[in-house]
């Protein structure tokens, strides 16, 4: 077996070098094949030494890549799916939705005082790129989807309007609604017919701020691809 190995060296030395490849992968316990074949010629004719000796280090440091960063993150990755297939309330989400309510109200605001009436549905604001989906709660689409519902909208008059998020017992209008939070400042020019006054820190101001600038550069951007 040894003399013919030796006498088809460079085929296998080509076949374990692509072996060792494997490494990255799921069948990462094939690269240990080339290992042991690279040391097996080291203790024998030692044939192409400095080549086995780099292929076999790159293998090594490959499996070493591969269990302290691959294999975590796909696990990590994996975790992350799973929880996001998760239908119903989701409180990780909170934070996210409710910056997206925030926002959906100032559209709406904005939209009103140029318009002199509130819109008829979210679907009228064209001038900023919102997020109408609210993935605290989210569900099962018939196309096997896993989605944020949407944001509840409901013009009441030409000066009036709600909008809320159906909270944690999936339902709009209870007690439990995600609603849009407002400054003190804010509660004396609203139309919303429900709200929650929250002092603002300087610093979520300027978050609320960075975001809307950031939406209307998506819908910018978005009008002049169309436009070419």
């Not at 890549?65 to 294999?71: A, G, L, Q, R, S």
């Not at 904005?110 to 609210?134: M, Q, V, W």
């Not at 804010?186 to 978050?207: C, D, N």
């Amino acid at each position: 077996m040894k003399e013919y190995i030796y006498n088809h060296f460079k085929a296998f030395l080509i076949i374990f070098s692509i072996l060792s490849l494997t490494s990255v992968t799921p069948f990462w316990w094939l690269s240990l094949l080339s290992m042991i074949f690279f040391i097996w010629n080291f203790f024998n004719k030692k044939r192409e030494l400095s080549l086995c000796i780099t292929v076999l280090s790159l293998t090594v440091l490959l499996i070493i890549f591969n269990f302290k960063v691959i294999i975590p993150t796909n696990k990590w990755g994996d975790k992350v799916l799973a929880e996001w297939n998760k239908t119903g309330f989701d409180s990780a989400w909170l934070d996210n939705s409710q910056e997206s309510i925030n926002v959906i109200d100032r559209a709406v605001e904005a939209y009103s005082l140029r318009c002199g009436t509130c819109p008829d549905s979210l679907i009228e604001i064209e001038d900023i790129h919102l997020i109408f989906n609210d993935f605290s709660y989210r569900i099962k689409e018939p196309d096997g989807q896993v989605r944020g519902v949407l944001f509840y909208y409901e013009k009441v008059d030409s000066n009036r309007f709600y909008l809320a998020g159906v909270g944690k017992d999936g339902k709009i209008k209870t007690d439990d609604d995600l609603l849009p939070q407002i400054s003190k400042e804010q509660e004396k020019t609203t139309r919303l017919v429900k709200y929650v006054v929250k002092s603002f820190t300087p610093k979520e101001i300027e978050r609320e701020r960075e975001v809307r600038a950031m939406l209307r550069k998506v819908k910018k951007i978005e009008k002049s691809i169309l436009n070419k």
